[in-house]
């Protein structure tokens, strides 16, 4: 993994003074690096039947519909308010100041099927947390959330009571 986190740029101050950016995209245009990201995200969920992987707008779109391709699913986008063309369930879910908002299709997921949340990092889990309310609303079976990133230190783990969380590259500070 260290040979992955030394792809990751580190940005101080961004986006604000004391916040510590881990930049993906250094990760991303080396292509053995994104390769060997993906193998590893894969292969956690490798044993398990997947039917769709549900990302998270925008950068977990990298990484979804990667892991559906490879896991045989469908890949379904959760997207911001108003940006999907049909019908939406909706969630909104609280912010350190304030609340946000996740939708869905409500079509994206069908009873009993076996959903993968992915993003591209856990933080604080609010978000994943939103994610799996929406793919439980519509009677998805939520198998696991997967994150190229996590930092660790923050406990977004404890917003995903239940959920098998995996996420290869960790930070504990």
Known sequence: MDDL???????????????????????????????DLVDKLCDHYSGNHVDIVASI????????PALAYRLGAG??????????PWKTASVTYQLEY?????????????????VLICDDLLATGGTAAAAVTLVRQLGGDVVGAVFAVELSFLNGRSKLPGVDVF??????S
Do not use: M, N
């Not at 890949?75 to 999907?84: A, E, I, M, N």
């Not at 304030?98 to 009993?112: M, P, R, S």
């Not at 996420?167 to 504990?172: D, E, G, I, R, V």
């Open 5 to 35: 986190k030394k792809l990751i740029r580190e940005i101080p101050d961004y986006p604000k003074p004391g916040i510590l950016f881990y930049d993906l995209t250094t990760l991303l245009k080396d292509g053995k690096g994104f390769h």
């Open 98 to 114: 304030g609340t946000d908002q996740l939708e869905i299709h409500q079509d994206a997921v069908k009873q009993g099927q076996r």
């Open 75 to 84: 890949f379904v986008p959760v997207r911001k308010p108003k940006k999907l």
């Open 57 to 64: 707008e925008a950068r977990g779109f990298i990484f979804g």
């Open 167 to 172: 996420s290869p590259l960790q930070y504990a």
